[in-house]
């Protein structure tokens, strides 16, 4: 009896500890599990931050680019000078708000260095240890209605978990429109008493010559509106800050408006194109009393095509030589 009682102890001792066994290894395999499940979720959440700020980045570039030309137009205003390094200049703005020693309220808030703060900020409230830095900015146009900026973003970010961390760099490209910005030409040369805005001009066609109509109701509408054109010649936007008059693919122009510079006891060149850059360079106008038009808008030969005063061969509005 006492050797039954013997084996059925030792039956219900091994069945106990199978059982005991049993559970500590499942627990462990479930232990384990949500190990791992909590890491791939803790790293596709920062894989899901690191995608963000990429997304983010380029908005944040658009909104300190902009106002970085707004501050050097406002530069231009303060000195009266043109900028003779644009790249440097926006560089400085565009990262840190702030150039030669000088801070610009529109700048407030909206720097890429406090953009990347806000960042860490945001980062850190996520137990993510986050550290960025930009360099290699430079910009560049290849259409006449928008400015690119390159910029290289590095960023160390780490779980404070020790789950994982990432190095990442890459080249980013945001896109500045130039509509709405002030024309840092005409703030250099009127010294900042005429401050025009640039509008791309919703006029297709300046001169409605159906029918030998000389329609110029579009080109008026042009004029005295102030409207900005895309001739393919004529400076471009990043060339209007530094001064440069030259012909650019990626130009635009507008029509100088003698009454306006008048009214701001300017000088008025009455015998210069009425273009803009061709007006600031002091070329000479060749026609004069244009058909319909006031006498005061002269334009030299090269102009007329592009505002359809004539058409390849054909002279769609009359016209005389400028005295």
């Known amino acids: 009896m006492r050797g039954r009682r013997g084996v059925m102890y030792t039956l219900v001792t091994i069945v106990l500890l199978v059982a005991l066994a049993n559970i500590f290894f499942t627990q462990t395999r479930y232990d384990g599990h949500d190990r791992q499940t909590a890491v791939e979720e803790r790293v596709r959440s920062i894989d899901g931050f690191i995608k963000g700020l990429e997304r983010d980045s380029q908005r944040a570039s658009y909104i300190a680019g902009f106002r970085a030309f707004i501050a050097m137009e406002q530069h231009i205003t303060s000195t009266g000078e043109p900028i003779a390094d644009v790249d440097a200049v926006f560089k400085q703005i565009f990262i840190n708000g702030t150039y030669s020693n000088t801070s610009y309220f529109i700048m407030e808030n909206s720097s890429f260095n406090e953009y990347l703060a806000r960042v860490q900020y ?15 900015v430079t910009l560049w146009q290849s259409d006449p209605w928008n400015v690119q900026v390159d910029y290289t973003l590095a960023a160390n ?4 978990r020790g789950t994982a961390s990432w190095i990442i760099e890459r080249r980013f490209t945001g896109s500045i429109p130039v509509a709405d910005l002030r024309d840092p030409l005409f703030t250099s040369r009127t010294y900042g008493r005429i401050q025009r805005v640039i509008k791309p001009t919703n006029v297709s066609g300046f001169v409605d010559d ?11 509408l042009h004029f005295n509106n102030s409207y900005y054109a895309a001739a393919g010649r004529g400076p471009s936007m990043l060339m209007r800050f530094a001064g440069n008059l030259s012909d650019s693919e990626f130009g635009i122009e507008s029509l100088v408006d003698a009454d306006e510079f008048a009214a701001q006891s300017l000088p008025v060149n009455s015998t210069a194109s009425v273009v803009d850059y061709r007006y600031f360079s002091g070329v000479k106008a060749t026609a004069c009393g244009i058909q319909n038009l006031p006498s005061r808008i002269k334009l030299a030969e090269s102009d007329l095509e592009v505002y359809e005063v004539r058409s390849g061969a054909q002279q769609q509005l009359t016209y005389g030589a400028c005295p």
Not at 122 to 136: L, M, P, R, V, W
Not at 210 to 220: F, P, R, S, V, Y
Request: charged letters at 15%.
């Open 122 to 136: 945001e980062a850190g409230q996520q137990g993510i240890a986050f550290n960025a830095t930009i360099s290699n």
């Open 157 to 160: 970010v780490t779980d404070n």
């Open 210 to 220: 159906a029918g030998n109509k000389n329609d110029t109701t579009e080109l008026m």
